[in-house]
């Protein structure tokens, strides 16, 4: 018996379109919004999805982007624009409203028919040496490279040297590749070779002895010693002073350390992974890093993508951090507006993932509702509004690429209501907000983003 999920806040079409299906052989589950479905059912053990188009937190074309189950899509706003925007999305069919039972009826026996769900998944499921490793997020190519690299070279002692740009979670594929590696059972000692000052690094490293220099009251063992049978974490190895640098190579080489102020050697057993977002070959041709320290770390490459580039890895991280961050400030569940989930996926992300983690945070704790809207996200967003179109995938580009149907209004009307449009937010945007005019135009928030963006209406910012 095929499962569908039926997506609707009127409870009147909701009950209407259960009883239907029920009558003809179909179990049915149901959900009022896109968060409700998300968070109460299981959206990959469906085997279709009926949604409405509007819904009261987000588009139900959203649904599209957490499962790879079919959605489709319900509209009383049965235009060329509406169709051809949801199937773009990834609708893979649409029905329209008043509900005719013949036609939901045979969109259904498509939907099956083609098997359209075994064609997603098996494009869109990773490999079972494909899959996340432990504490880390993403199925996107490179983060499946990635995480097939991960596996492949913990169960090695080669070193590993991990690039990537600030805020990219370089520390977390270290630790992964230690949970991974055969060393799992003893310590990985994670250093920040930044946080340290130069005259203190060698004896925080490599240790010393009573009286080695002034203040040097007692022995102490080096963070190196400390990694002995595990693994040791280098992060922003290129801080390193060349003096550190030449005892570290020692301890690659020879797999031996001399603590400040001793005559006497001890073996040590490490695995080293560095970590970098500098360019370390530049620093060899500067003289700021040992070319023969280089050659040694760069056994093994890793490269972690920024947050730009992940697709839409970044939707389910960012639903991942809203939950941690609402458990540990402790309060009720959260979900993002339609228009703050397009500025998280349009946005540039400078600060990679740990920025990301720093808006939501602000937003938690700044909102006063459930919903986390776009202004909370405190992003440069008019600047990614305007400027940034070419990467909002479903935007044409510029006017007059775009398509002349719009989802409301006759076709024939169009160039005459576009001119509306435009008049009637630059005359009120000032005494109205987005909702206000939004309402008063009788469309959504985000329907009025799509139409600020083609016709490159920037929002008036607010005066402090």
């Not at 999920?5 to 589950?29: C, F, H, Q, W």
């Not at 951090?321 to 992300?349: P, V």
């Not at 459930?370 to 440069?380: A, D, Q, R, S, V």
Request: charged content about 25%; overall charge negative; hydrophobic content about 40%.
């Amino acid at each position: 018996m095929s499962h569908i999920l039926i997506v609707e806040d009127e409870e009147i079409t909701r009950s209407a379109l259960r009883g239907l299906l029920e009558r003809n052989g179909y179990k049915v589950s149901e959900a009022v919004s896109v968060q409700t479905a998300r968070t109460e059912h299981d959206l990959d053990a469906m085997d279709a999805i009926i949604s409405d188009l509007r819904l009261p937190d987000m588009p139900g074309t959203e649904l599209i982007k957490l499962t790879a189950t079919p959605v489709l899509v319900m509209t009383s706003y049965a235009s060329l624009r509406s169709v051809i925007d949801s199937l773009k999305i990834g609708a893979v069919d649409y029905i329209s409203k008043p509900l005719e039972p013949e036609e939901i009826l045979a969109a259904l026996n498509r939907v099956f028919g083609e098997n359209l769900k075994a064609r997603n998944l098996s494009r869109r499921q990773p490999r079972p040496n494909e899959e996340p490793v432990k504490g880390m997020v993403g199925s996107c190519a490179k983060m499946l490279e990635l995480f097939r690299r991960i596996r492949k070279v913990a169960q090695t002692n080669s070193p590993v040297l991990i690039q990537g740009e600030s805020g990219t979670g370089k520390e977390l594929v270290a630790r992964a590749l230690h949970e991974s590696s055969p060393r799992c059972g003893s310590n990985l000692i994670s250093v920040n070779c930044a946080a340290i000052p130069e005259n203190l690094i060698e004896s925080e490293l490599f240790g010393h002895e009573k009286g080695a220099f002034a203040g040097a009251t007692s022995t102490r063992t080096g963070l190196v010693e400390a990694a002995n049978n595990g693994t040791l974490f280098l992060d922003e190895i290129g801080e390193l002073p060349l003096e550190a640098q030449a005892r570290l190579l020692r301890v690659l080489q020879e797999h031996e350390i001399r603590k400040v102020g001793s005559v006497f050697s001890q073996k040590v057993d490490v695995r080293l992974v560095a970590a970098t977002h500098r360019d370390l070959k530049q620093f060899v041709r500067e003289g700021r890093f040992r070319e023969d320290l280089f050659y040694r770390i760069n056994v093994v490459p890793l490269l972690l993508p920024p947050l730009r580039e992940r697709g839409n890895d970044i939707l389910e991280l960012a639903d991942r951090i809203l939950i941690a961050t609402c458990k540990r400030i402790g309060t009720s569940a959260m979900y993002f507006s339609a228009d703050a989930i397009q500025a998280i996926t349009t946005y540039h992300w400078p600060g990679n993932i740990r920025e990301l983690e720093n808006a939501i945070e602000r937003a938690v704790i700044l909102t006063e509702v459930p919903e986390i809207f776009i202004e909370l996200l405190g992003l440069e967003i008019e600047l990614v509004k305007i400027d940034g179109l070419a990467n909002v995938g479903y935007l044409e580009g510029s006017k007059t690429q775009a398509p002349s149907i719009d989802i409301e209004n006759d076709p024939q009307e169009d160039l005459s209501l576009e001119d509306y449009f435009q008049r009637f937010v630059l005359e009120h945007q000032e005494q109205m907000n987005e909702t206000e005019l939004a309402q008063k135009l009788g469309i959504s928030r985000k329907c009025l983003w799509e139409r600020r963006q083609r016709f490159t209406i920037p929002r008036r910012k607010k005066s402090s």
